[in-house]
């Protein structure tokens, strides 16, 4: 009983995956029925006579076919049972009629051929060949008994053998063609199913956590006010409890942000696409363990008790923190389906080998048969679970060998199964081979006035794929900046016409740059480049918002360096020295907006700001002329007049009566739309610079850092000179510096190898070359200053020597100007009395060690 009721629900089952199969077709079918069988009555009977016609049997198919043409129109009762009718209608209009009428015809060519086409017909509606057979063999024989019946015998006058081969052949080409139409049809629907379940389950960690993160906050928040309680009442939160509501808040986002990023790789993937690897950065295993494990959104507290972590032996790889996540998601999803099974246990661990670093997760369930290991990382291939799709594994093999690394299965049956992730060392090959394929889409500015130190940095970056472009002073560095996005910045600090400092503080306050770019220059890495005492450098990099700096002569090293600092290592979002800077500023908030003026004054109080508020420009206008403000927030629609408007007022300063800094006081707009068009027309109309409504905490305390920095101009050369008469110098209290420098050596070698690696004997002879030239015109600019008393242009003579000589490897040369330079930055002249002389001889040295170097080279034969 039990085995027949299974039997009529698979029945059942397949005859409701028939019909949505030919659901497409059944209205058309229907029609060419309808109309079909009575119009072919006239042809047969009329204009091709045939032995035998009959006007009621084709009248009668057309009425069955009539529910057919108005299927997709059917009350959904009457759709309930049109999945028999469907069966029963079928195989009375095709097989039993065909059949019928080709034996009252006596096996006649016209009704061969016609039987044939019915066949046709037949198997685009039934895809399935088992009740394709059954239903013509039955209509077949239910045909034969019904000729039979009414004419008592059964001709087969016209019949040829020659039919049964064509039949055959007709029946099971039309089911191969058939076949290949189905499976495409079950593929896609496969994959539907596929996308939704995936999507599916990747949705409900991040709609789990918003749940999680409301009921949070509202558990935080003081009780809601029962109706009747005044508005003005204020209800106390503490501060611990507006903490934990921007920590819930965070980490909500962050949820939500890594569950949209997951779908958009898979869906990327199932395209065809690669995992994207430009946004790979460096990971700690062991934190992104720890982090999978507490942030799986588990069905039950207890499943997490399942979990042993030994993550003793920690490792570094480059990778996607996210994708990394989801893929130990997938592991822990697929073994904790298995949690029931007793003593039921999931143990991660990590290894740390010579080779490659591996991470090891086992869990006891029932195993993973050997011929199914392989299989299961198929895509689509599901291992009969409720609510597999066959995309998770797939999809985690894609991500891993992303990675550089392998996932592999192993198992024994009734006993454990366990997953073997291995991942490349940071420092090796495979990730340098990865790294050069993401750093081919950074473009990197080079920005010095001495050729030599251009070409030394772009060949390091075209090393490792960077496309470079270089510029020879501070403006021109900026003309390339202000409108092309580079992803790095490197500056030589001392530059004609605009030097490093100068630079990088016009590229930060947005100066001439193109609306689009403003944002990205506040951001992107910018680092100094300088031959400069350390100290001075690390300051005056500071100062001017440079992220880092490098000292002269720049090395390969200092490259990678730069690379995992700010390419390859996770960015922490930190605003700790830009709230600094707007500690106690005064802050004009213009906006009819009552409630963005109290969220925004509340925002900048807590960050230490004194605000006041004007509800239109002609207030704000009033205010400025009664108090002092460093910088005003203005929003562009408003009543009596507009920020526009007030603008144009307050930049004119004909109004003021007091007020004199309407020229210099930064103007932020705060506007609805950020088009270029609208940015344009900001800086047009004398702002400095736009927010985005709603306006972001971290954005506004950017924009305002990075302008009320500018809003001082007189503060940078005060510090510089600061910087000038405070800076570390180097030991000038040697017996006699000069005997020292004599005795130092005139190449350093470490440095010209590093050269020769890169390009060549060819390469160093082309930089020995242009050293010789210009060191030969700072030297003469030197020798002139020292002639003319000018200690600020043999400064930056002996500074610009400095940085050259040790950038090509002439060591003593640079030895020799970095004492000078640090001589005459304290407003004297070196004590030698021919010390000008010096520098010549030693200039004629090092041109000799360059030639002798050169020929040894030449003479070397290269060992094959």
Known sequence: MILLERFIEKLKLKAVD????????????????????????????????????SLDLRLMEAVITLPWVFYRFLPKKMKDFFTVYFFFSLFFLIPFFFCFMLLKNEWSTVWAMSTMAGLFLLIILVYDWLLISVMTVAAYGLAHATVLLLDGKVLYTHISWSYLPLFLFAFFGSMIMNHRKKVAHESKLSLVKSLSGTIAHEMRNPLSSITYAMETVQSILPGKPQAGIAESRTFDLSYAGLLS???????????????????????????????????????????????????YGYSDPEEKKLIFIGTS??????GDKDLFIYVLFNLQKNALFYRHKPGFRIEITTEVLEGANRIIFKDTGPGIPANKREKIFELFYTSGKPGGNGIGLSFCRRVVESFGG????????????????????????????????ILSHKHVLVADDQEINRILPSK??????????LAENGRQALEMASST???????????????????????RSGFNVEPALVQHYR?????????????????????????????????????????DQYFFAEKVRSDSASHESISGARILLVDDNVTSRKFMSVVL???????AQAEHGKHAIELLDQEEFDLVLMDMEMPVMGGIEATRIIRKGECFRRFTGYRNIPIIALTGNSDEKTVKRVKDIGMNDHLGKPVSKHDLIRTMSAWLRQSHPEEPPLVQEALRTSVVKINLMSVDPWKDIENENILGLSVITSLKDIGGNELIAQLFELFLLDAGKIIDELSAAFEKRDIDLADQASHTLKGSAASVGAYKMHVLAKYVNDVIRTGQWPDHEGWADYVRLVYRETSTAFSAYLNTAETVTPVP
């Open 485 to 507: 996005r580079y992803d790095m910045i490197l500056m030589d600090i001392e530059m004609p016409y605009v030097n490093g400092d100068e630079a990088v503080r016009r590229l």
């Open 523 to 563: 951001e992107v890495p910018i680092i100094g480049v300088t031959a400069l005492p350390e100290e001075e450098a690390r300051q005056r990099t500071i100062l001017v918002g440079m992220n880092s700096y490098v000292l002269k002569p720049f090395r390969r090293t200092d490259l990678t360096t730069l690379f």
């Open 313 to 318: 032996r920690n490792f570094e790889f480059l």
């Open 18 to 53: 028939i019909v949505d199969y030919a659901e497409p077709n059944i209205p058309i079918t229907g029609l060419f029925g309808t109309v079909g069988y009575p119009l072919f009555y006239l042809v047969w009977k009329y204009i091709l006579p045939q032995p035998y016609e």
């Open 460 to 469: 390091y970056l075209t090393e490792w794929n960077c496309r470079v472009d």
């Open 245 to 295: 509501i921007h920590d819930v808040i965070e980490e909500s986002s962050e949820t939500v942000r890594r569950g949209n990023k997951i779908i958009d790789s898979i869906l990327a993937s199932l395209q065809g696409g690669e995992v994207d690897r430009r946004y790979f950065k460096r990971y700690a295993a062991k934190e992104i363990i720890h982090t999978a494990i507490e942030t």
């Open 406 to 437: 392998s996932i592999v299965c192993d198992s024994v049956e009734n006993a454990w199964t366990e997953f073997v992730i291995t991942l490349p060392h940071y420092d090796s090959k495979p990730v340098e081979r990865i790294k050069k394929q």
């Open 605 to 611: 109080e807590n960050l230490g700001c004194r605000t």
